[in-house]
């Protein structure tokens, strides 16, 4: 059993990019292969290329093209909503809200910004790691410049409730982002329509089976904010550098395939989802991280008991499953997850945490194989942990 089979569970990390999306790319990497700003006829076909992936992007979340922002992934997109914004408001005040849960490309830029005179608030989260309005309302200030509520978490796939967040915001006149790199292509947005709060929103190819290293920043019309990389007149002088024209075009092509069939889409990955969650449920001493209803459809996260979460990802590596502890920018670093710190998970059953996320790659077989692996990894783990004594009660 094992060796040959390769069961990819972890799309939060990076998805493979489609065939479809290769395909459109190709051309840009090959023949036409100028410079968008050129005047000669291979330019015009990459600016070609640039002006109708943004009308795509635009088209899938409900925008106008001259609201889309091409930047280098959702770090750049996030650092940028943050920074940029702060910056450019820092006359009316020096007041954020965001919360602890965010990835760090949101966090750290906070961070960074309290260095700088900005006054942070990390507004706590409950137990599955959702925000109150109510309480978001009432950390409002006189001085506050920006919310920054991601849409879903990367982790534990928390969704917020981003329509209650902007109305909020929006009431008290605070402009507002959301971190959406997850939740692209399993949620429809529309900006113009119930997402009309939103004044700024980040995404990432990468996440919705299209290349690395692309994304956009959805700024609304009218939003200030500074441009974030200075240089050249691209992007209309907000955000300098030659385009990225290959990686735009694919990016185009796949959020207009994710966004085809959302709901079908999501409806086949969650049904797996929850096979694979009742199945892992069964395992003793074995917790659900994040809401049970409200979460990314593909999402699981688990906390095993007396178990050490990187032993536990090499020996499924070993039987060919990818997964992860937590996200995997942070899977370098031995600290506990931030955010299931933040949602209350002692440090040492977080320590034995599994997240398993689904998408296009998986199968039925898949989840049958998961079910068969994953109980006989936690046993033989716990057969060599000194903490473990099989007559303790189950928590669930
Ligand atoms: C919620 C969230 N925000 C931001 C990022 C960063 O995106 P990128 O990898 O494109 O820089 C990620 C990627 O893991 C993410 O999951
Ligand atoms: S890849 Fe998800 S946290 Fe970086």
Redesign the pocket.
Known sequence: MGENRLVYMDH??TTFIKQEVVETMLPFLKDHFGNPSSLYSIGREGKEAVETAREKLAKALGASPEEIYFTS????S?NWAVKGTAFARRKKGKHIITIPIE?H?VLYPCKYLETKGFDVTYLPVDEYGLVDPAELEAAIREDTILISV?YAN?EIGTIEPISEIGKVAGEHGVPFHT?A??AIGNFSLDLKGKDRDVNML?L?A??FYGPKGI?ALYIREGTEIDSYIHGGAQEKRKRAGTENVAGIAGMGKAIELATANIEKHAEKIRKMRDRLRKGIMEIPHCRLNGHPEKRLPGNLNFSFEYIEGESLLLMLDQMGICSSTG???SSGSLDPSHVLSAIGVPPEIAQGSLRLTLGDANTEEDVDYVLEVLPQVVEKLRAISPFYKPSDVCEK
Not at 73 to 76: K, L, M, N, S, Y
């Open positions: 939060a990390a992934g959702g770090t750049e996030d990835h490309a991601m990367n971190d790199v997850q980040s990432s990468h996440k994304g996200s995997a920018c």
